[in-house]
């Protein structure tokens, strides 16, 4: 299942986005080549490569209480905070050219939270934008992560086992789709 989730998170959730440049078109080997190599571009020079950084906010109270969380929205918890500090930390010589990241609290906070860590990037913005937001799950927002396996499992006839472990994110994103229809339709009446 955890396979499932981190496949599902990094399809759907990707909700920030950082980019640094490189210089000399060389391909870094390891995260530190790449960030020693990003911060050496001179302002005003043009980057022969470009890195991007995708980074996943840090793990929220929906994600704590093992909900579905895509468009709804939770702040992050102490344990979230200290691991994108962490990752600030970790990022915080990189030269970032330009941040972007969805407009959903979660994200905006653990960007503004790298870029507090950061001293190599001078006066980057953070730009929100709707479009990077994570997967909807419709009626599903809020419910529990094992209900909707279960149900979309249901659905295919089969047991939860074998979904989680035979699961193709198109097959996940058409039986959200088409479940959240009937829901709606359910609740008209």
Known sequence: MKKLLVAAGVLFSFGLVLTGCQSGG???????????????????????????????HGKTMLNTTDRVQG??????????????TAAG????????????SSDSGRAVQTA?????EN????????????????????????????????????DHGITLEEFLANIEPKDFANS????????MKKRRY
């Not at 390891?30 to 571009?41: G, H, K, L, P, R």
């Open 89 to 100: 930390v970790g990022l915080k010589d990189v030269d970032f050219q330009a941040v972007y």
């Open 119 to 154: 001293t190599a990037s001078e006066h980057v913005e953070i730009n929100t934008d709707r479009r990077l937001r994570e997967f909807n799950f419709g009626t599903y927002e809020g419910d529990l992560n094992h209900t909707m396996w279960q149900d979309i499992a249901d």
């Open 112 to 116: 503004n939270m790298i870029m507090d």
């Open 26 to 56: 060389t391909s870094a080997s390891s995260t530190n080549e790449t960030t020693a190599q990003s911060s050496s571009v001179a302002k005003g020079e043009v980057a022969d490569e470009l890195t991007l950084y995708v980074v996943r």
């Open 71 to 84: 468009w709804s929205d939770a702040v992050l918890t102490p344990a979230g905070e200290e691991v994108v």
């Open 176 to 183: 959200v789709a088409k479940l959240d229809k009937e829901h």
